[in-house]
């Protein structure tokens, strides 16, 4: 994965169409809201598809907002 990330150097190349994160991210201030996280991490994602997301796990629906 530091390849991948270029954070070591090695010796040929490595060719992908997709970027790579690492998992899971750091989060700035642990204080602020579940979902603003989420929409910081996800800044190319449309809102609507944060919440479909969110919808799949069957979790408490106000816990996007703790």
């Keep these: 994965m530091k390849l991948i990330a270029s ?12 970027n790579f994160e690492y998992f899971p991210y750091s989060i700035s201030n642990p204080e602020i809201f ?3 996280i989420i929409m910081e991490i ?3 994602a ?5 919440y479909r997301e969110m919808s799949l796990p069957k979790i408490n629906k106000d816990i996007d907002y703790k």
Excluded: P, R
Excluded at 46 to 50: A, G, L, R, T, V
């Design 7 to 18: 954070e070591l150097q090695g010796i040929g190349t490595i060719l992908s169409n997709v």
């Design 34 to 36: 579940i979902i603003d």
């Design 42 to 44: 996800a800044i190319n």
């Design 46 to 50: 449309e809102d609507w598809e944060i």
